[in-house]
Each structure stands twice: as structure tokens, then as C-alpha cells.
């Protein structure tokens, strides 16, 4: 069974750093490429980032370039996203999926992030 | 504002059948595969059609896709009372060099 596990949401100060992670099972984690999409409470979908395979290509939204990176570690089926200099604006759900054939096949459950003083 | 462009919220009866389309230009659509998704309240995203017009398996033929230039569209024939929820297109931007998605458009089951 595929299972994408997010973690690390939280309540965090403006200018505040996260860390979130989002681990696998079920599929060939290292054969995957992956993404990061959000979604403001009430509000649509956001892509936020993607990274391939190896870990040699990542993508980002421009709202995101330059305070949030992505990252994998394949030994151990985990996705990354270190988020720092957060802003009111980046509060949202949080949620990672495999991507495959251009879409977003496979979503973990999501994980809250806020923003707030 | 998105980059694509869906209508905010469309409706039909059980047994109707619905369609919402997704507009947007010759750097996604036009270029790009479409996917839909599926996001009952209160849960994930669920992806409906992938490559257009493709079915993961376990999604009912009811559901159904299309693209034509620079549009594509999502077609529920023989509406239920479960297909109430948020559907959003998305598609890869190459002038963007990022993933964009539509603004969502809630089905409403009257």
C-alpha cells in the first residue's frame, strides 16, 4: 500500500524557520519524482516545489525561491522541505505527492502550517 | 488569479451530467499533459485523470477528460451525490518553468 506520512507543521513566528518531512512506503521512493503542494485554509492548490529522482533538478513556485529548499534522502524514503524567513502568506496545508505522467498520483494526508505572531 | 482558468462553481442534478472546463495558453495546456483532482472536504486531493484524458485504476468511467488546444475539460456523466467536492486542473508551465493549478471549481449536487 502506498502511504505518504507529512510531520513537522506547526505554529511558527513571522521570519520563523520549519522544517517538514514526509516519509514513504509503498513504492520505489528513489525511482519517484516528488512534489510539495499547499493550500491556504479555505483557499485552492498551490505547487510549491519538485525535485527529481537524484535529488539533481528541483523547481520552485517564485513565491518560495530563495526561503524554501527541498531535499530527499533516498536511504531512507524521506522528502524535505526547509522552510525559513516564513511570512504570514506561506500559512497552509502542507502536502507531499509523487509525482508520475505529469500529475500527482499518490498525496499524503497533509500537515498545518501557521504562521502567526 | 491563476494561470488557468476554471469556472468557480457549476452544479446538476443526480444522473446529470456535468462538465467544467480549464482554460489557458500555448505554454501549459497547449504544451502540456492536464490532470484533474478530486478534494472531498476535509481530505487530500485525489487525482482523477492523469495524460488528459487517462484513468488511474479504481476511478469510475464516469469521470472523464479532454483536451482540445489550448482547453481541457472534466465531464461526470451520471452525477452522484458523492461526486460533491472541489475539482482542480493543473498542468506543468514552461514559460513559468513551474506547475500551475486551476482555482477550483465546487460541484454542487442539487
Known amino acids: 500500500e502506498v502511504q505518504l506520512v507529512e510531520s513537522g507543521g506547526g505554529l511558527v513566528q513571522p521570519g520563523g524557520s520549519l522544517r517538514l518531512s514526509c516519509a514513504v512506503s509503498?513504492?520505489?521512493?528513489?525511482?519517484?519524482?516528488m512534489t510539495w503542494v499547499r493550500q491556504p485554509p479555505g483557499k485552492g492548490l498551490e505547487w510549491v516545489a519538485n525535485?527529481?529522482?537524484?535529488?539533481?533538478?528541483?523547481y520552485y513556485v517564485d513565491s518560495v525561491k530563495g526561503r524554501f529548499t527541498i531535499s530527499r534522502d533516498n536511504a531512507h524514503s524521506l522528502l524535505l522541505l526547509h522552510m525559513k524567513s516564513l511570512r504570514i502568506e506561506d500559512t497552509a496545508v502542507y502536502y507531499c505527492a509523487r509525482s508520475a505522467w505529469d500529475s500527482f498520483d499518490s498525496w499524503g494526508q497533509g500537515t498545518l502550517v501557521t504562521v502567526s505572531s | 488569479q491563476s494561470v488557468l482558468t476554471q469556472p468557480p462553481s457549476a452544479s446538476g442534478t443526480p444522473g446529470q451530467r456535468v462538465t467544467i472546463t480549464c482554460s489557458g495558453s500555448?505554454?501549459?495546456?497547449?504544451?502540456?499533459?492536464v490532470s484533474w483532482y478530486q478534494q472531498l472536504p476535509g481530505t487530500a486531493p485525489k487525482l482523477l485523470i492523469y495524460?488528459?484524458?487517462q484513468r488511474p485504476s479504481g476511478v469510475p468511467d464516469r469521470f472523464s477528460g479532454s483536451k482540445s488546444g489550448t482547453s481541457a475539460s472534466l465531464a461526470i456523466s451520471g452525477l452522484h451525490s458523492e461526486d460533491e467536492a472541489d475539482y482542480y486542473c493543473a498542468a506543468w508551465d514552461d514559460s513559468l518553468s513551474a506547475y500551475v493549478f486551476g482555482i477550483g471549481t465546487k460541484v454542487t449536487v442539487l
Open positions: 525535485i527529481k529522482q537524484d535529488g539533481s533538478e528541483t
Open positions: 500555448s505554454s501549459n495546456i497547449g504544451a502540456k499533459a
Open positions: 509503498g513504492f520505489s521512493f528513489s525511482d519517484s519524482w
Open positions: 495524460n488528459n484524458d
